[in-house]
């Protein structure tokens, strides 16, 4: 029943501060629902420190749920597959090598950059971090979230050719990421001898080629469960099956389920919506997977807004979080720059494709859940404290001034769909 309650109160408070959102505010979607979530936190916070013991008891709340299995064990598999079934997979495939490249060099490349940097940095503010858990925070904080990016893109018009490598590279780099965290992390617990070259390349083979070959089995056996029936009732309930199945089913074969399930939706939303269902059926997909992804999504945001309410976050976390939002930026616009400039005689680009690739490579609830998944014995609440600054930075500040970017530079295709509208 507690967890019954708990979901509850936050799709309730998710409703509100939807509605007011709506209403008053008028900012994109996730944005404003973390906006409000963020300044209630705020405010709770000051109220607190007055005496409302309500505070005390809306921390406990918040502290009992567990943000990095919510997200990563629960809620990424869903998002995940809702954004991927509507990716163009022929332009996916026209981008493959540079997404490839930008989802595996640009991580490593990332995490070596910003870990290094800050490395040399902590000491300035009297705080010194073993260069093992500065990697640890570069690779936690380089994959761009497709949960924070897919929504905000669509808002923006973007170039498609510029969005299809923004998107592509966001569903794929969390699942390297992953496999990067692991391995550092266990190098961090147990030592180099125990985490070899042999033991991390296993690790890889087994996480990521072993989550994509089981994506692409699960996509298959689901495009050909969909083709043999015409049942919009029974086709939503195989894609929802294949989601949270094959997500049980990675986790038992410790396989990357975000890979396996990106690979099953651009499977299902290629071959599956065009050749395997009929109109009403799309449309009844389409319908149930875009609002279980504006629920999910809607909670997610929710969440991290509340976040505040149990982060002891100091002024020097601040100061170094204020200094990591720069790490991060220059990270990503030379992670991004440099395998780009490789594939270039491939790959045509510019700077104002490389300027739109660096501010709209937004970070979100994955970097804030592998954070949170750090023991005590490691500085977890200084990495914690800082993950959150860039997050809240790259959701806020980035999210909504990607768009402007985006229209000032040229690459957008035309007005916003409110504008089409007419309201």
């Not at 997977?289 to 629920?295: H, M, S």
């Not at 998944?373 to 860039?390: A, F, Q, W």
Request: aromatic share 8%; net charge neutral.
């Amino acid at each position: 029943m507690e967890l019954y309650n708990t979901l509850a109160l936050l799709i309730v408070v998710a409703a509100i501060f939807g509605y007011i959102n709506h209403r008053l505010l008028k900012l994109p979607g996730v944005i404003g629902l973390m906006v409000l979530a963020l300044v209630s936190s705020l405010l709770a916070i000051a109220m607190g420190k007055m005496g409302a013991d309500w505070v005390v008891q809306a921390g406990q709340l918040v502290r009992g749920i567990d943000f990095h299995a919510v997200l990563m064990q629960v809620m990424l598999s869903f998002l995940l597959f809702a954004g991927a079934l509507h990716v163009d997979v022929s332009a996916l495939g026209r981008q493959g090598l540079a997404i490839g490249t930008m989802a595996t060099v640009g991580i490593l490349l990332s995490t070596f950059l910003i870990g290094t940097a800050f490395y040399y940095l902590m000491p300035l503010f009297g705080q010194p971090v073993a260069y093992i858990y500065c990697l640890l925070f570069g690779v936690l904080i380089s994959p761009t979230d497709p949960i924070a990016v897919l929504g905000i893109l669509k808002a923006a018009r973007i170039d498609k050719s510029l969005e299809i490598r923004i998107v592509g590279e966001s569903l794929f780099n969390d699942g390297i990421a992953v496999v990067v965290f692991i391995s550092l992390f266990q190098i961090a617990q147990f030592g180099q001898g125990q985490a070899t070259p042999a033991v991390i390349g296993q690790l890889f083979l087994v996480e990521a080629v072993g989550g994509i070959v089981l994506g692409a089995v699960l996509g298959y056996a689901a495009y050909w469960a969909l083709r043999t029936i015409d049942n919009y009732q029974v086709e939503v309930m195989i894609t929802l099956a294949l989601v949270m199945g094959g997500t049980a089913l990675a986790t038992t074969l410790h396989t990357s389920g975000p890979l396996a399930i990106v690979v099953a939706g651009l499977i299902v939303g290629s071959k599956g919506r065009e050749l395997g269902m009929s109109d009403i059926t799309r449309e009844y997909l389409d319908k149930f997977w875009e609002i279980l992804d504006e629920i999910l999504n809607a909670v997610l945001f929710v969440l991290i807004g509340l976040e505040m309410l149990i982060l002891d976050i100091s002024r020097t976390t601040l100061l170094v979080g204020l200094v990591a939002i720069v790490l991060t930026l220059v990270a990503r616009w030379l992670s991004v720059g440099v395998p780009l400039l490789l594939l270039k005689r491939f790959y045509p680009f510019n700077k104002q494709m490389l300027r739109v690739l660096t501010w709209g490579g937004l970070r979100g609830g994955i970097s804030v859940a592998l954070a949170l998944s750090l023991p005590e014995s490691m500085p977890r609440d200084l990495i914690v404290g800082v993950t959150y600054v860039v997050v809240i930075f790259s959701i806020i500040v980035q999210g909504l001034t990607i768009g402007p970017l985006v229209k000032k530079l040229g690459l957008s295709t035309g007005p916003a769909p409110d504008d089409e509208a007419g309201h």
